[in-house]
């Protein structure tokens, strides 16, 4: 969430603006360009040691604030060196959206970030991705295997064997008379319906 | 020194000095290292398939299991135990579900809010076990045969029990032989007074039934000691009501119940602390809301004690905060409350125990097939998101489809009532603005992205279950939209290209796709919402933007895709529709154009607007973040819930969440 947001001042009086809207866009950004490590959906190992992951994980919103100031200020230590090999090439394209947002990049002051900056960036990066650093796409829709399981194996869920066995509208039996609690047996623990279901031991 | 062997050390270490706070996880990491967890994005499912369905037959009845009817869903659906979390952080601050708000009700408000005699098949008769000494001490006023022990068992017969005695007396359970072809069932007229003596020789034939209409459960403990499968989190009630044909099968063929079956919670304890049997309910309603969308509320019992000091709480639970009633001894007057709600619980119809009728549910599966928006029914083809948090908004997202095989998004969510504008009226706006637009552009573009198809207020407010109970937490309305066009995740790009061009279209005023031969131009993006529209999204994040994509019935033409485009005619594009390739199961290859569309606009408002005090909901660039705030509260917290419970104190507060 954009840093204003965060602020103690703010609280209360904060006022979401179209700059924060970027803002955010370029933090979705950032996350996917830290987390990911390749094109459909290839996850970074979650070993890696990453700065940028306590801005997903601090519950003070104080703290978070002056994390993401300090990460953001500290560009090329804390997110350019951390980012996928996969990543590096953009990561130019990346400081220059931080820069319009933060001009100087100082993230105390307020987000500046335009439409226009925004889009400037963002065409000179697609013609060169574009045109120097092209790849072959994902496939898509990639149908992949899921375990199935095996043909004797009766599983737990969905019952299975329960859709044939009783149609929906049966009802169960009660006793039709009020015994004592110590003769009670709820017919429910007990088979007295009858169907074909051969009750496993 | 390996790696374990040092934190199993550091462990030791800590546990000699003394530094309680610091866990060791199941996985060995020590509890410090969950800020470094990783965020969990959304996976990367190509949703947009679904636009060529007999091209990606196979992706599709592989990912969407459910809309292939052909397949038994037993085979094809195998559950784990407990799904893996959405957020890493989440797994273990779930563990402190605790609620912000919390509202003393009393057996009064049990007898005019939850369950009224107009709530129930027949009016509760509150004289109705005088004359049952199998069951009441008129003596005593109390229950005469509750059990001795606390156990399971021994409460699940009890309440088994009552349940069959309440329906006998208020004659909901009657004989009805020609349902059955025993020849020698004799039609007895009366069955309250019958000698308990003469029913002995035939024991086991004489059969009744519920009536028909009136709904029919039961409690079991199958859950005690095995969890029910489905939610994220193992958790054993220890006594769950499901439909007595359920509870059949499950007792009966040794199985596991799933979450979507629930429909209410009975704690049982000796000596637990009541604070920690109320955390129970609460962490076991979170899972009930999180596998069941069609939850509106939970409610839970909570029963305490030994012999005749047992005594019991009853718990209401939904989006807005928990009600429930001080700890009472299960006698006199309460004693008749607690069976109006056994009552109340086995044979009420479904709507009253906090289940949304709009939504169509399989009974076996317990998984919602069809949903109704204002009159039209949607069928589900996948639950794509689900909310963890308890107390919120509680969004559930289905890819729906509805009478014309269109797909669309719905969403389902419980939002503050005096949150500003709804989506809806948002939406809506976007596409006045459109309309409006006297631009020779806009009546080019024309179509708009997103695309509004329906949107319905439920009418149902997080209020009106708390009737007269004092200081209620800020009120939420059940609100479904649907919206389109279905996109794919943000995860799910395919080059850095595709990447880029989908931030670039976010950003920008129009932009265009393409689609066999057409171009399709449309309005979206930032700019256009801010400068046109006037309104702030005020809430990106990776699950708000997708990936439109158009993939085509076939593979693209050898011959450019130029040439193709310029000798379009009608004839030819239909035949063109009509032909279609199997995409190959590794996937296609060739390209397709994308766009970036931002979606989710719960969270906009007009430029310039100060948020509204009471909705600072905490909200992060994901989702899983907002968790961390709700869930926040430390057991210190109900600590002095306790205190406030004890001491008769209406107490419900917002907790100064970090920053509200």
């Known amino acids: 969430m954009p840093l204003a947001s965060l602020r103690k001042k703010n609280r209360g009086k904060y006022i979401h603006s179209p700059a924060h809207d970027l803002e955010s866009l370029l933090y979705t950004a950032l996350g996917i360009v830290t987390f990911t490590t390749g094109p459909c959906g290839q996850i970074r190992a979650p070993t890696d040691h990453v700065p940028l992951a306590r801005w997903y994980n601090e519950i003070d919103r104080e703290q978070l604030r002056k994390d993401k100031i300090v990460d953001l200020a500290d560009y090329e230590e804390e997110i350019h060196d951390h980012l996928p090999d996969y990543w590096k090439p953009f990561s130019s394209y990346l400081h220059r959206l931080l820069e319009a947002t933060w001009p100087g990049l100082n993230p105390f002051s307020e987000s500046a970030a335009t439409h226009n900056a925004f889009k400037k960036v963002l065409e000179e990066a697609l013609t060169d991705f574009a045109t120097n650093h092209q790849e072959t796409p994902c496939n898509y829709a990639q149908v992949t295997v899921k375990r199935s399981r095996s043909p004797g194996n009766e599983g737990r869920y969905p019952y299975k064997r329960l859709r044939g066995d009783v149609s929906n509208t049966t009802r169960l039996a009660y006793p039709a008379v009020i015994k004592p609690l110590s003769e009670w047996t709820d017919p429910v623990d007990v088979d007295i319906v009858g169907s074909g279901e051969e009750v496993p031991a | 020194m390996s790696n374990l062997a040092k934190i199993a050390d550091m462990q030791y270490h800590e546990s000699v000095v003394g530094t309680p706070r610091r866990k060791v996880l199941p996985n060995g990491v020590l509890d410090v290292q969950a800020r470094?967890?990783?965020?969990?994005?959304?996976?990367?499912?190509?949703?947009?398939?679904?636009?060529?369905?007999?091209?990606?037959?196979?992706?599709?009845?592989?990912?969407?299991?459910?809309?292939?009817?052909?397949?038994?869903?037993?085979?094809?659906?195998?559950?784990?135990?407990?799904?893996?979390?959405?957020?890493?952080?989440?797994?273990?601050?779930?563990?402190?579900?605790?609620?912000?708000?919390?509202?003393?009700?009393?057996?009064?408000?049990?007898?005019?809010?939850?369950?009224?005699?107009?709530?129930?098949?027949?009016?509760?008769?509150?004289?109705?076990?005088?004359?049952?000494?199998?069951?009441?001490?008129?003596?005593?006023?109390?229950?005469?045969?509750?059990?001795?022990?606390?156990?399971?068992?021994?409460?699940?017969?009890?309440?088994?029990?009552?349940?069959?005695?309440?329906?006998?007396?208020?004659?909901?359970?009657?004989?009805?032989?020609?349902?059955?072809?025993?020849?020698?069932?004799?039609?007895?007229?009366?069955?309250?007074?019958?000698?308990?003596?003469?029913?002995?020789?035939?024991?086991?034939?004489?059969?009744?039934?519920?009536?028909?209409?009136?709904?029919?459960?039961?409690?079991?403990?199958?859950?005690?000691?095995?969890?029910?499968?489905?939610?994220?989190?193992?958790?054993?009630?220890?006594?769950?009501?499901?439909?007595?044909?359920?509870?059949?099968?499950?007792?009966?063929?040794?199985?596991?119940?799933?979450?979507?079956?629930?429909?209410?919670?009975?704690?049982?304890?000796?000596?637990?602390?009541?604070?920690?049997?109320?955390?129970?309910?609460?962490?076991?309603?979170?899972?009930?809301?999180?596998?069941?969308?069609?939850?509106?509320?939970?409610?839970?019992?909570?029963?305490?004690g030994t012999g005749n000091n047992v005594e019991f709480c009853f718990v209401l639970v939904d989006r807005a905060g928990v009600c429930l009633t001080n700890w009472t001894p299960i006698s006199q007057y309460e004693a008749i409350s607690f069976a109006r709600i056994v009552f109340g619980l086995s044979y009420a119809s479904p709507k009253f125990l906090g289940i949304d009728t709009s939504m169509t549910v399989d009974f076996f599966?317990?998984?919602?097939?069809?949903?109704?928006?204002?009159?039209?029914?949607?069928?589900?083809?996948?639950?794509?998101?689900?909310?963890?948090?308890?107390?919120?908004?509680?969004?559930?997202?289905?890819?729906?489809?509805?009478?014309?095989?269109?797909?669309?998004?719905?969403?389902?969510?419980?939002?503050?009532?005096?949150?500003?504008?709804?989506?809806?009226?948002?939406?809506?706006?976007?596409?006045?603005?459109?309309?409006n637009d006297p631009s020779t552009d806009a009546q080019k573009y024309r179509s708009m992205h997103p695309r509004f198809v329906v949107g319905e207020e439920i009418g149902d407010s997080t209020n009106t279950r708390r009737g007269r109970l004092a200081n209620s937490p800020p009120e939420r309305l059940h609100r479904r939209v649907v919206t389109g066009p279905v996109g794919d995740p943000l995860t799910s790009f395919r080059s850095r290209?595709?990447?880029?061009?989908?931030?670039?279209?976010?950003?920008?005023?129009?932009?265009?796709?393409?689609?066999?031969?057409?171009?399709?131009?449309?309005?979206?993006?930032?700019?256009?919402?801010?400068?046109?529209?006037?309104?702030?999204?005020?809430?990106?994040?990776?699950?708000?933007?997708?990936?439109?994509?158009?993939?085509?019935?076939?593979?693209?033409?050898?011959?450019?895709?130029?040439?193709?485009?310029?000798?379009?005619?009608?004839?030819?594009?239909?035949?063109?529709?009509?032909?279609?390739?199997?995409?190959?199961?590794?996937?296609?290859?060739?390209?397709?154009?994308?766009?970036?569309?931002?979606?989710?606009?719960?969270?906009?408002?007009?430029?310039?607007?100060?948020?509204?005090?009471?909705?600072?909901?905490?909200?992060?660039?994901?989702?899983?973040?907002?968790?961390?705030?709700?869930?926040?509260?430390?057991?210190?917290?109900?600590?002095?819930?306790?205190?406030?419970?004890?001491?008769?104190?209406?107490s419900w507060q917002i907790y100064p969440q970090s920053g509200s």
Request: proline share 5%; hydrophobic share 35%.
């Open chain 2, 365 to 435: 599966s317990g998984n919602v097939t069809d949903i109704k928006v204002k009159d039209q029914e949607f069928k589900v083809v996948k639950h794509i998101y689900f909310s963890l948090i308890l107390f919120g908004r509680g969004t559930h997202v289905f890819v729906v489809q509805d009478k014309d095989r269109n797909f669309h998004v719905l969403k389902d969510a419980w939002l503050l009532a005096d949150h500003g504008i709804s989506e809806i009226n948002i939406l809506s706006s976007i596409s006045n603005t459109l309309k």
């Open chain 2, 36 to 304: 470094y967890n990783h965020p969990t994005f959304p996976p990367a499912t190509f949703l947009t398939a679904l636009i060529q369905q007999e091209r990606f037959k196979a992706y599709i009845s592989n990912e969407f299991p459910s809309l292939n009817q052909h397949l038994p869903v037993s085979t094809t659906n195998h559950e784990p135990l407990s799904k893996e979390t959405n957020a890493t952080i989440a797994n273990s601050l779930l563990n402190d579900v605790i609620p912000t708000t919390i509202q003393v009700g009393t057996s009064d408000w049990i007898r005019k809010e939850i369950f009224p005699d107009e709530f129930l098949p027949v009016p509760f008769n509150d004289r109705c076990l005088d004359n049952v000494p199998e069951c009441w001490d008129r003596s005593k006023q109390r229950f005469s045969n509750f059990p001795d022990t606390m156990g399971e068992h021994a409460v699940q017969d009890w309440l088994n029990h009552l349940v069959h005695v309440l329906g006998i007396q208020h004659g909901l359970i009657k004989e009805e032989p020609k349902e059955f072809s025993s020849a020698d069932d004799k039609d007895v007229g009366g069955h309250d007074d019958k000698d308990v003596g003469v029913d002995e020789v035939d024991s086991g034939m004489k059969k009744a039934f519920v009536i028909a209409g009136v709904e029919n459960r039961s409690f079991s403990m199958v859950s005690h000691n095995k969890a029910p499968s489905g939610a994220h989190r193992l958790r054993k009630p220890d006594i769950i009501l499901v439909n007595r044909k359920l509870c059949y099968f499950l007792t009966n063929g040794g199985r596991r119940p799933r979450w979507h079956h629930v429909e209410a919670i009975v704690e049982v304890s000796v000596s637990a602390p009541r604070a920690s049997m109320l955390q129970q309910i609460f962490e076991k309603a979170a899972l009930m809301f999180e596998t069941q969308p069609f939850r509106r509320f939970a409610i839970g019992l909570a029963l305490r």
């Open chain 2, 497 to 650: 290209e595709e990447f880029i061009k989908v931030l670039l279209d976010c950003v920008k005023c129009k932009s265009s796709i393409q689609y066999q031969s057409y171009l399709f131009n449309f309005f979206s993006g930032l700019e256009y919402l801010h400068k046109e529209c006037n309104i702030v999204h005020g809430d990106l994040s990776v699950n708000n933007i997708v990936i439109y994509r158009t993939p085509l019935p076939h593979p693209p033409s050898r011959k450019d895709g130029e040439e193709l485009s310029a000798r379009t005619t009608r004839t030819s594009s239909a035949m063109a529709r009509a032909i279609f390739t199997p995409a190959p199961t590794e996937g296609l290859k060739e390209s397709i154009p994308v766009t970036g569309i931002v979606i989710d606009y719960d969270y906009a408002r007009k430029v310039g607007t100060t948020m509204d005090k009471t909705s600072v909901r905490l909200r992060h660039s994901l989702d899983c973040s907002a968790l961390i705030f709700t869930s926040f509260f430390t057991l210190g917290h109900l600590a002095f819930h306790a205190a406030c419970l004890s001491s008769q104190k209406k």
